[in-house]
């Protein structure tokens, strides 16, 4: 089965500084998608960025990009110019072996300081 | 257009007792899933519908649990004979195909407390 794993419970950034997320995964999938995923205390999940396994180029969305490397099965997710707004859990996820059933990992808490 | 919608936002009860959680997806949304979030993890699927059938209940832990959606919009998600392990945030989605690809949207979820 598909296994996402999200190494960092927590991180911490000072406002309008760069922070980083990482993300593993394994598949025997050739072509796949993973997502990032942003759940602020509202509770509510709200996708981040996209990426589709067989393109080469890193997703980007304004301050948020994926650093995708395939060969070593990660998927970080970078914020820049780091928002008090960002301050959430952040969830890795992609679709178990081609359906869609999200796997997520267990999620990295993000504080941003002021 | 509205999102997904969830109520109630927050449910307590006690053991044993039956729960229904509601569901509204965002129109015209064909594809509609039930995950379950424990305290500190991420969300794991219980089940899935295109339309109004359930196309994969895989993800259900239990035969106490069991999930309708009638009509191919709203959902219900049901507990009978609650235990206090099954105390977690429910969280429902949908999305226009059942794909890889596509986007899932997610609702608030409810809270559900048993005692």
Known sequence: AQTVTQSQPEMSVQEAETVTLSCTYDTSESDYYLFWYKQPPSRQMILVIRQEAYKQQNATENRFSVNFQKAAKSFSLKISDSQLGDAAMYFCASPDSGTYKYIFGTGTRLKVLA | ?115
Do not use: M
């Open chain 2, 1 to 115: 257009g509205a999102g997904v919608s969830q109520t109630p936002s927050n449910k307590v009860t006690e053991k044993g007792k039956y729960v229904e959680l509601r569901c509204d997806p965002i129109s015209g949304h064909t594809a509609l899933y039930w995950y379950r979030q424990s305290l500190g993890q991420g969300p794991e699927f219980l089940i899935y519908f295109q339309g109004t059938g359930a196309a994969d209940d895989s993800g259900l832990p239990n035969d106490r649990f069991f999930a309708v959606r009638p009509e191919g919009s709203v959902s219900t998600l049901k507990i009978q004979r609650t235990e206090r392990g099954d105390s977690a945030v429910y969280l429902c989605a949908s999305s226009q195909l059942a794909i890889p690809s596509n986007e899932q949207f997610f609702g608030p979820g409810t809270r559900l407390t048993v005692l």
